[in-house]
Nanobody, 120 residues
Framework: QVQLVESGGGLVQSGGSLRLSCTAS????????MNWYRQAPGKQRELVAG???????TYTDSVKGRFTISRDNADNTVYLQMNSLKPEDTAVYYC??????????????WGQGTLVTVSS
């Protein structure tokens, strides 16, 4: 069993910053990718940012230059630093981890989601 615990969401004014964190615990042997997705009301879930085990990052175009994803492999934690937030960034943000358990079985786990609200 693998659990993801997210924190850091909240209400912020346009132009402000928030930092999300997500920690994986439980029967996870190796983590390959750690990602942040978001889902705004009435829209599909989209990949916001991802980071591989060797720290290669990817971002959706709308957040490039404003968001930074990072990870602490020692703590199995991924962060999303969000700067210059805009109202259109308002969404529920989900942590996603891809890896393997101690039986070398593939696993993919989702966090419970954390709400980010950006007021204009």
């Amino acid at each position: 069993q693998v659990q993801l615990v997210e924190s850091g969401g909240g209400l912020v004014q346009s132009g402000g910053s928030l930092r999300l964190s997500c920690t994986a615990s439980g029967s996870i042997f190796s983590i390959y990718g750690m990602n942040w997705y978001r889902q705004a009301p009435g829209k599909q879930r989209e990949l916001v940012a991802g980071i591989s085990s060797n720290a290669i990052t990817t971002y959706t175009d709308s957040v490039k230059g404003r968001f930074t994803i990072s990870r602490d492999n020692a703590d199995n934690t991924v962060y999303l630093q969000m700067n210059s937030l805009k109202p259109e960034d308002t969404a529920v943000y989900y942590c996603n981890v891809v890896g393997s358990d101690y039986g070398k079985r593939y696993l993919e786990v989702w966090g419970q989601g954390t709400l980010v609200t950006v007021s204009s």
